[in-house]
């Protein structure tokens, strides 16, 4: 099983740092342990009501006795090659004795579905077998994506719900069917005209794109970004986030962000028209027919590539039996890539 680099720390640095802080979560949590440390080791499991700091998968792979943790919440991505088998538990960190511990906690599993169909088999009671099978004959020619299985733990704890239950979500390795990798980026490109429509409508708002959004420009491309748009110049208007500014200030706030012009005002005031009659159009119709009119522009289309978009495959919402499951991974996708950008942000970065 391919496994992303991750940091190997000996066992006896690992016995050392565990006497050194009680035995509890140390640094070598989500990364790869020796097998000698980890695999087929016992940890006791948490009375009722004990409080639990965190919850991660460990996953052991069957052939070569590896074993890695992964957060679930943020959730790490595991990888899995077609054919590979893995041990998956849930280990979390609890406060016992007012000490932080590992233990082992008691959970269902199941398959929740995704691009590609994983093997489930129970094997104890915190523990269960997975494995990314080989497709079947309708389904030769897939290739790789994301597939999950869900868990409840078993037991009552002191535990945030969002730990309580939820999904850890496997990388498969393999072959991909073309038009399934075109959906996913269709949908990303979609949400990418969502979270910057978001952006640059709303500023420093906490307003944020909705799935249905998404949809929507996932569904009917360039008719779906001026339906959006249009809805969230509304919305910003109705909460009085527009400037005080001239009108052709607020255009130019527009084509700056929107088209990613960088003409100074002057320049784009006396040299184009189309800016101009944008000016009187905000003064005489208003801040949702400006936005929309700018949104449905070819200039706006290249920059977003909404041709290319509306071109590629997408899952029909009808007759789709696998819709709301890979819906569900999109959406896991799209949320933790903001997640991402909105630490970045907060880096500096």
Known sequence: MQSKIRKTYPALFCLVLG????????????KELPPQAVEGRQLP???EGTRLLDVQ?????L????TTRYDI?????????VGDRVRVRLVGSAMVDGRARWVELPATFAEAGGSWRLAVQR??????????????RADRGKQGGMSQITYELQGRYDVRPQLASGRITFDIEGEQDADEVASADRWRRAARVADDLTAILFEESDFEPTTDDVERIYFDGRDGVRDVARRYALEAQRRGLLRDEPPWEVVYNLYENLLGRTTPLGELWDAERGFRG???????EGYAELVEGIVLSEEFADRYELGTLESMPL???TGDAGWNDWRRLRVEEWRQERAARSTRSGDGN
């Open 278 to 284: 944008n000016v009187e159009r905000y003064e005489e």
């Open 63 to 66: 052939a070569t006795g590896r």
């Open 315 to 317: 899952r029909d919402r």
């Open 73 to 81: 919440q943020p959730a790490d991505h595991v990888p899995l090659a």
């Open 19 to 30: 006497l050194a802080v009680g035995a509890g979560p140390s640094a070598a949590a989500q």
């Open 57 to 61: 998968a460990e996953v052991t792979d």
């Open 45 to 47: 499991a948490p009375a």
């Open 123 to 136: 094997e104890a009671a915190s523990t269960v077998l997975v494995q990314a099978q080989q497709p079947n």
